[in-house]
């Protein structure tokens, strides 16, 4: 449930937080090679670049020598389970606000603090990064965060400029919910929208509408958000040059501080839907229209 990262601080949370997340993922990086030379070189010039810094994330020193400078926190609660994903996630349904499913992540987050208080202290700064994934982290109301947030600082002490990251999804937030997160404290949301067509949200089973995601957005604005961050996935099947290009352009006027293009990982059934997608091309044009 939760991994105190006991490496030397990197500068950023998803540098910190990168060991967590690259089983599940394949980067961009690793795409082949095309005809195209253009679409070459750019791939060079980044495989250069990431590179570069991959080595430098990977001096890693003997974890029992440093305290933590950084926590993940995983709450795994979705409404329902994308057709793509295998993150570890509970399934609590379309109204998350039931009783028994209330009382359920409230039994969670106490067996999580408990875990925490359990944790062998090690002395040093309080924490530089707090980041909640999922699951939808803000499927899980304001009050029970606050447990977390105060179990950690108990034990080990949050920093006062600290980075706390919230990982969301379109649908489960609004205004006043955002801001009361962000009293506690968080600092930078990371919205999954993947793409901007109805039909291919409904293909890869998401819970949200298209018209969910632009809600979301202009309540990221009015809520005064200042630090977020918007995910995309790449190689969905049917998606084609001309959506793919359109989700750029609507995910870069959305007006986020980041985003981020994650290439699928799929197996098995849902692969066989995707492999007519050309992922070397959504790479080529997420170079030309993102960077
Ligand atoms: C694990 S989700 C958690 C946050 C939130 N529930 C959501 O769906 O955005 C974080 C991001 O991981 C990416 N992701 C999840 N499963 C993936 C997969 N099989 N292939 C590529 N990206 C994936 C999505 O872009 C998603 O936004
Ligand atoms: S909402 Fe996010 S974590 Fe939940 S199933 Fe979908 S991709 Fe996975």
Not at 90 to 114: A, N
Not at 249 to 263: C, F, K, L, M, N
Request: proline share 7%; charged share 20%; aromatic share 8%.
């Amino acid at each position: 449930m939760l991994h105190a990262r006991l490496r030397r601080p990197l500068g950023r949370a998803y540098a910190d937080l990168s060991k967590a997340w690259v089983p599940c993922r394949r980067s961009l990086l690793n795409s082949q090679s095309s005809g195209c030379p253009d679409h070459n070189k750019l791939l060079n010039e980044r495989r250069q670049s990431h590179s570069t810094a991959a080595s430098r994330q990977c001096q890693q020193v003997p974890v029992e020598q440093e305290p933590p400078v950084s926590a993940y926190v995983h709450l795994p609660f979705c409404k329902r389970r994308c057709y793509y994903c295998d993150f570890p996630v509970s399934v609590v349904g379309s109204k998350p606000e039931r009783p028994g499913i209330q009382q359920g992540m409230q039994d969670y987050i106490t067996l999580l603090c408990r875990e925490i208080e359990a944790m062998v202290k090690v002395p040093g700064p309080p924490l530089r990064t707090v980041f909640f994934g999922g699951g939808t982290p803000t499927l899980v109301p304001p009050q029970l965060l606050k447990q977390i947030l105060v179990a950690l600082n108990n034990k080990y002490g949050i920093a006062k400029d600290a980075e706390i990251s919230m990982e969301s999804d379109p649908g489960t937030f609004d205004v006043l919910r955002l801001q009361e997160y962000m009293s506690l404290g968080v600092s930078r949301f990371s919205m999954g929208v993947q793409c901007f067509q109805q039909e291919l949200l409904e293909l890869c089973g998401r819970s949200h509408t298209l018209e969910d995601v632009y809600k979301a957005i202009n309540d990221i604005h009015q809520a005064g958000v200042q630090n977020w961050s918007l995910d995309l996935i790449s190689g969905l099947p049917q998606l084609n040059s001309k959506r793919w290009q359109h989700s750029l352009q609507e995910a870069v006027g959305a007006g986020p501080t980041h985003i981020s293009v994650y290439d699928l990982q799929a197996s098995d059934f849902y692969m066989i839907a995707c492999v007519l997608t050309c992922t070397q091309c959504m790479y080529f044009y997420t170079c030309t229209t993102v960077l």
